[in-house]
């Protein structure tokens, strides 16, 4: 990836408080670029932006989580991509994908969804208030070694209904994601990608052997992050990951905001979990 291509590595050197930025340090302009960079290139990072004890207590409630399978969960033999377990009885087939409804499963989820300086960021990036979605992502994501499975590429709005379909993905890492445990990677700029007839699969995969795909990929670059590092990405832009080879479950935190003047469509999967409209930050 080059440097023009990570809007971390500018805003870090622009951002008064560089690593973190709190509401106090989180001026006006600082937003403004840093929306500027998320509309540009459909995402941002900021380094360091959840604090050592917010992931120590997020982690902390989801390692207890995975190891009872405290409900509701997402098996990886459910989804059955590249990697997984065939069936919930096969090797590996209790592995857990998601701890899903994370809102509601501790107040340490919750507090982390609602952190006013998280607010403010994503405000700024959809441009008027913002409203956390509790029916999509809502969740950990966990990378087992072994039976995690490979995800293809995607836009997150592959099956979300919203009368706009400008969302907010937040995913905080709660510990290294590199090449070596399944490290999500992005196509810069392809939220903003038209598609051509039958370039996605039916699942709403890009096939990547379709020939409109292949510049596409050729874009595309690993967002290699640290504990505490969080991502915001547009929705609709193309994302993958692959499996992990390493010896330690990946673990990360997603949730996803949508503006107030957008709103999930009635009778659907979007509508049926509800969401928070959040108080104005900042
Ligand atoms: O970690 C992964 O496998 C990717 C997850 C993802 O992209 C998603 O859930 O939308």
Known sequence: MTASLD???DLRADLPAAAVLTPDAADSDALLRLAQAFHAN???ILRGFGS???CAALEAVARTHL?????PVEF???LGYPGAPSTRDAAGGGTVRRLRQAYGRDEV????ATDPKLVSVVQALLGEPACLTLAHHNCVMTKHPHYGSQTGWHRDTRYWSFAKPELVTVWLALGDEDESNGVLRVIPGSHRAALEPGQLDPAEFLIEAHPASQPLLQGACPLALH???VLFFDSRLFHAAGRNASNAVKLSVAFAYFGASNRPLEGTRSAEFGSVALPVAG
């Open 109 to 112: 989820f919750h507090n982390w």
């Open 227 to 229: 504990r505490g590092d």
């Open 42 to 44: 459909g995402f941002v």
């Open 67 to 71: 190891a009872a399978v405290v409900p």
């Open 52 to 54: 050592e004890a917010d």
């Open 7 to 9: 809007p971390s590595a």
């Open 76 to 78: 990886e033999a459910d």
